[in-house]
């Protein structure tokens, strides 16, 4: 079975700080750090809302300081823009675009009836980034906040931005994505299969591929997801917000998805499989609009829809349709009624183990006889800044020799954490070796597995850039089975 990418674009994921911040300003590189760590500027208070100063001061002594910039999903949700696809266009412009507009969009969360006055208020303040304001009027409702792994507080934030001008991905572009998405996508069908037992090859509908574009042409994959979120969009109110021409995108890809689900789903019941908390503890908005989305879908071709969690598989009739979505934990006994057929799986629930276990960026392992020694480098305690210069200068010619060149990495810790690095940072090492005691246990540290991935954007190639300098991003393409 061959895979189409959907011919329309996909949404932009970008975090929410620029990487300014992490370009010398003359002085020691670790004292320069550290000032950032004590005192955060205004643009990660703000990327940070509603965590407080203190808040973040504590985080950022930690690996919080880290997920702004090196991960393209904190602060705020991060920005939300839209790009597309025209392979009419041979030659795509990579050129470098800034953010122009941004905007705050309030989501509430729905374990909580909302005062809609209040609520209204909320938003529209937000909406114009008036954060003093929205404080003013948040702070009294996080006394509702939760014990929840996802939406612990009322409300959801995120921050819709528009680009001085459109991305558009032509057909040089296109021809590169689908390529190294192959690649990936073969090496995740391989470990799937491994693991099942029997042929995993085509056993999805669609997924979701987030790729590294730079603006020297070149392209890398960073995940696959089996399928992850994306369609939830269609489901907010947006009425004139920049959000629109995201939400607009979306809503052809979820068009197109669906004539392909169609075509592959022979069943007029299908049994939508999501999370045991998103069902029964009302956790993960966007999980919950996913649902709706999907299933508004499946109606209006006169398909009936049944969601269940996961710890309900056992319930489900044999012989039934089942689209799984966002599951991370995949109970036994779904596991072996898909291995026993009694039940169809879209995806199969090992694509979806394996898609996690497997990236598509540069990777290098440490070597185990060389573990002890490169542990005990970035875990000194420098006397002084200088001192610590001096340890990043052997810890990057360290990496050097293993052909290891970008400054912003992750360090994978045993498959069980993935920790973001800046290579010249050496509090961020430090932050590497408190993940390898947390997770090694009682075993040796020869029996530790530190993967280092390489980010391939930096400050010089990234396509976004801002107010505080260029953007870590990705662009979210989905594809479909043919």
């Known amino acids: 079975m061959d895979i189409r990418m959907v011919q329309v674009g996909g949404r932009i994921k ?39 100063g203190n808040r973040l001061k504590q985080m950022m002594q930690g690996i919080g300081f880290y997920r702004p910039t090196l991960k393209t999903d904190q602060g705020m949700g991060g920005n939300f823009l839209p790009f597309y696809v025209d392979q009419s ?24 009836d909302h005062d809609p006055k209040t609520l209204q208020e909320l938003q529209e303040t937000f909406r114009r980034l008036d954060l003093r304001s929205t404080d003013r009027i948040l702070t009294p409702l996080l006394t509702q906040s939760r014990e929840a792994e996802k939406g612990r507080t009322p409300f959801f934030f995120i921050r819709p931005a528009s680009l001085s001008s459109p991305i558009v991905f032509g057909n040089d572009i296109v021809q590169e994505v ?18 099942a037992g029997f042929s995993q090859k085509g056993n999805f509908v669609y997924f979701l591929a987030d790729v590294f ?30 959000a629109h021409e995201t939400q607009k995108v979306v809503d052809q890809i979820l068009d197109q998805v669906f004539g392909r689900i169609l075509d592959m789903v022979d069943s007029r019941v299908v049994y939508i499989i999501t ?70 799986c879209y995806p199969s629930p090992y694509l979806q183990i394996a898609s996690r276990e497997l990236v598509g960026l540069r990777e290098s392992v440490i070597p185990s006889q060389f573990m002890e020694k490169f542990l005990g480098l970035i875990d000194c305690n420098p006397k002084n800044h200088e001192a610590a210069e001096t340890v990043i200068l052997k810890t990057d010619d360290m990496l050097s020799r293993h052909g290891i060149n970008s400054d912003l990495l992750h360090v994978d810790v045993n498959g069980h954490e993935v920790v973001p690095v800046h290579r010249g940072i050496h509090h961020s090492w430090k932050q590497v070796v408190k993940r390898v005691y ?10 530790v597995t530190l993967k280092i991935r390489e980010l391939p954007l930096s400050h010089q190639n990234s396509m976004v850039t801002s ?6 991003h990705v662009f979210r393409f989905t594809f479909t089975a043919e």
């Not at 041979?90 to 969009?105: A, H, K, M, N």
């Not at 997770?439 to 020869?446: N, W």
């Open 275 to 344: 999370r045991d908390e998103v069902l029964h503890e009302n956790e993960d908005v966007l999980e919950i609009l996913e649902i709706r989305s999907i299933s508004r879908k499946f109606h209006e071709a006169g398909i009936q829809v049944e969601v269940r969690s996961i710890c309900q598989a056992g319930e489900i009739p044999s012989g039934a349709t089942c689209l799984l979505l966002n599951i991370t934990k995949h109970s036994p006994t779904l596991l072996q009624r898909y291995e026993q057929g009694e039940l169809v």
């Open 467 to 472: 107010t505080t300098g260029p953007r870590i």
């Open 213 to 242: 574009v730079t603006s020297e042409g070149e392209v890398i994959v960073e995940k696959l997801h089996f399928p992850d979120l994306g369609f939830f969009m269609g489901e907010l109110e947006l009425k004139d917000s920049i």
């Open 178 to 195: 689908n390529k190294t998405v192959e690649q990936l996508l073969k090496k995740v069908e391989d470990r799937a299969t491994k693991k």
């Open 438 to 447: 947390r997770h090694k246990g009682d075993k040796p540290l020869e029996d």
């Open 14 to 52: 970008s975090a929410s700080v620029g990487l300014d911040m992490f370009v010398s300003g003359g002085e020691n590189f670790q004292i320069q750090m550290k000032k950032t760590r004590d005192n955060p500027p205004m643009s990660i208070l703000n990327a940070f809302f509603p965590s407080d």
């Open 89 to 112: 266009l041979g030659t795509t412009d990579l050129s470098q675009r800034q953010i122009v507009q941004e905007e705050g969009l309030i989501i509430p969360e729905l374990y909580l």
